[in-house]
């Protein structure tokens, strides 16, 4: 990468369009890290990570966990948003500020003003834990962009198109890296390979993965 005056940029450029609509913002949420761990911390003592069971009964890999006025469960019967916690029968945590002020942020950035997600699917990944190709697709207005935010160790996302045959490009998230997925790209087929082992300061042995959306 080369700038117009002939230099590089050692760790690439902040700004990165993948797609029509899909933008990431390298390291747009490493300023933020202590913040955004703490919180997840947070709302994992209220309502604790569990993998859960998806309607073909297979028990997934990626540990999860919600916050807002609604969260994303997949039981036996089928993948919605649920005002409460299956688990507690408790309303899920409440959405804790940094989430809410990077998550608006972000997207406006990535041109998409106004954003306000009432969920957030907070994705936990151990080394092997992945997440097979699939659409988000259980939201009401396919017009409101979907924010996700990267902490800890790297992962593989791919990144497909309308259809689920449609070739995959490989991409790397990193600790930081915010991505923001509206317009054409929101309903395009991703998944996540499995979590390589390794060791980041901020995190452990794990992938943290914020997935922030207006579900309602
Ligand atoms: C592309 N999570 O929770 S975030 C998910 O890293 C999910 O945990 C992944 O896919 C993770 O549903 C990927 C990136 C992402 C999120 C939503 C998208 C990419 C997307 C929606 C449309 C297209
Ligand atoms: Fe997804």
Known sequence: MTDLFGDTE????A?????????????????L??????????????????????????RMSV????????GWVTDRKGYRYSP?????????????????????????????????PDACLINRYEPGAR???HQDRDERDFGQPIVSVSLGLPATFQFGGQKRADPVRK?????????VWGGPSRLFFHGVLALKDGEHPATGRTRINLTLRKAL
Do not use: I, Y
């Not at 890290?33 to 297979?58: S, Y």
């Open 131 to 133: 997440l097979s190709l």
């Open 63 to 70: 540990a999860m966990t919600n916050c807002g006025t609604a």
């Open 171 to 179: 991409v790397a998230l990193r600790h930081g890296d915010v991505v």
């Open 15 to 31: 700004r990165e369009d993948l797609a029509p609509g899909a933008v990431v913002l390298h390291g747009r949420a490493l300023a």
């Open 10 to 13: 050692p760790l690439g450029p």
């Open 84 to 116: 409460t916690d299956p688990e507690t029968g408790k309303p899920w945590p409440a959405m804790p500020s940094a989430f809410l002020r990077l998550a608006a942020a972000a997207a406006a950035e990535a041109g998409f003003p106004g954003f306000v």
């Open 33 to 58: 890290q202590d913040d955004l761990l703490a919180a997840v911390d947070a709302v994992a003592a209220e309502a604790p990570f569990r993998r859960m069971v998806t309607p073909g009964g297979f």
